[in-house]
């Protein structure tokens, strides 16, 4: 069995189109909140936390929603094209009106700003699920981890260019003022980009058909852990499904507390700039792109399960690390460049397995509603996350970041221990010889 690796690269434009938006967010909103229109940590960490209330009700209604889509475009691409189009035409205002407000301050530029983010929100809700399920709907279950691997890698290469235009983009000092318009319109570019890509180059109905065909013909690859009529999951394939989830929410507690916010805590802490702040995320994140791969190949021989353990250990102690250096100093060193790196390798062996332990426990036909589990769980738990995050910074001490994440992340590695489902131990070739290409 081979992996079609250029299908799951094409595929993978759509998850890159969302991780380019995302890093932007997370990057940009808190900054543009605190700074522009001087709204406190703790509001701004509420109004952080929206997407996330606003993912937990709609991504699994968007997931659920494809599933049972007919269209002649397939089921995740009408979603994954009216979300992405909408998405670049709300986001264009938010620059505009910091700009706007900046020049000259009025009251209804504060509402407005709230508005369009709030709108920009649903519709990145609306497909984010269908574009996430779209790779399990072309994939052999024994190949999940192996193709999300390369999904991520999409996904990272999304981040790291936004990351590396900012780096470059903005050198200025952060005490003047500068306008983000050119950041989102390049942004905006690189998501319709990846929409072409999606629209013209991956052919769904025909795709999904190979893959029905394929689960036909070689029914031992494609076992299901649910009952044969798929309404009721065993009980103890439910019991891992819940400590699965468990595990997922406090991982992202930690994670998401730290990504949201790093660029404030960078600023105030070590005083850099946002350039400054966003070389120590690419360093993260190439981190994550050179062990994506690796970590699949890894993941097929050991087990999913024990390489998520892996990166939660690593990812505690990577965060409990740089406490321990910020106790001792207060301005960046390019010694902390080394737990960057290791927080990408560590959240890479957390990302390219979790997924596919979701919805390996589900039938085909209900992989966006496991899709949509899953993100209903992760970003359950950032709805709390900014907001206690940023009430810690505001009242009682920015240092408490890392430690509060490395707590979050520890405890996921204690509850994955309780999951006994969702693994597979497909041994794997070894190198490139793993991703064949089969066209």
């Given at each position: 069995?081979?992996?079609?690796t ?10 890159l ?9 997370d ?31 709609l ?8 599933d ?5 475009l ?8 009216f ?8 986001m ?13 301050p ?29 790779m ?9 981890s ?10 990272a ?7 590396l ?35 013209f ?19 031992e690859?494609?076992l299901?852990q ?5 309404e009721?999951?065993p ?10 989830l ?21 600023a ?7 350039g400054?702040?966003?070389?120590c ?18 993941a097929?021989?050991i087990g ?19 406490f ?7 301005s ?19 990302n ?13 036909s ?25 009430w ?7 240092k ?5 994440a490395a ?9 994955m221990?309780f999951?006994?489902h ?8 070894k190198?490139?010889e ?6």
């Amino acid at each position: 069995m081979k992996l079609n690796t250029k299908r799951t690269v094409l595929v993978g434009f759509a998850f890159l189109s969302i991780c380019a938006f995302w890093q932007m967010y997370d990057n940009l909103i808190p900054k543009m909140l605190t700074e522009t229109f001087g709204i406190g940590e703790s509001f701004s960490g509420m109004v952080m936390a929206a997407d996330n209330m606003l993912a937990l009700f709609l991504l699994p209604l968007f997931g659920g929603l494809s599933d049972k889509c007919t269209s002649r475009l397939g089921r995740r691409r009408p979603f994954i094209l009216f979300g992405t189009l909408a998405a670049v035409v709300l986001m264009m205002a938010l620059p505009l009106l910091t700009d706007s407000y900046h020049a000259s301050p009025a009251g209804w530029q504060i509402p407005c700003f709230i508005l369009c983010l709030g709108l920009l929100l649903v519709a990145m809700g609306t497909y984010r699920s269908p574009a996430v399920a779209l790779m399990p709907d072309v994939t052999p279950k024994p190949l999940r981890s192996k193709a999300n691997a390369i999904i991520n890698l999409m996904g990272a290469l999304g981040g790291i260019l936004y990351l590396l235009i900012t780096t470059f983009l903005y050198k200025t000092s952060r005490d003047v003022y500068v306008s983000y318009l050119p950041l989102f319109a390049i942004v905006g570019g690189i998501m319709l980009l990846a929409l072409a890509v999606v629209m013209f180059f991956v052919n769904e109905p025909k795709l999904v058909a190979q893959q029905q065909e394929y689960e036909r013909a070689h029914p031992e690859d494609t076992l299901t852990q649910v009952t044969e009529n798929g309404e009721m999951l065993p009980s103890a394939v439910k019991k891992s499904l819940a400590f699965l989830l468990a595990s997922i929410a406090l991982w992202f507690i930690g994670y998401n507390g730290v990504s949201t916010w790093f660029s404030v805590y960078a600023a105030k802490s070590w005083g850099m700039t946002l350039g400054q702040a966003n070389t120590c995320l690419t360093i993260a994140t190439a981190g994550a792109i050179v062990s994506y791969i690796p970590v699949g190949n890894v993941a097929s021989k050991i087990g999913r399960r024990k390489t998520i353990q892996f990166g939660t250990l690593l990812l505690a102690g990577s965060f409990f690390a740089a406490f321990l250096y910020t106790l001792a100093r207060d301005s960046f060193s390019p010694v902390l460049y080394l737990l960057f790196v290791l927080v990408g390798v560590a959240w890479a062996s957390i990302n390219v397995n979790s997924l596919p332990m979701v919805v390996e426990m589900c039938k085909g036909s209900e992989v966006g509603k496991f899709t949509g589990l899953y993100y209903t769980f992760s970003m359950s738990a950032q709805i709390a996350t900014p907001i206690v995050a940023g009430w810690l910074l505001e009242h009682v001490d920015y240092k408490v970041l890392f430690p509060y994440a490395a707590i979050f992340v520890f405890a996921s590695f204690v509850t994955m221990g309780f999951v006994k489902h969702g693994d597979n131990k497909v041994e794997a070739k070894k190198g490139l010889e793993a991703f064949d290409v089969e066209d």
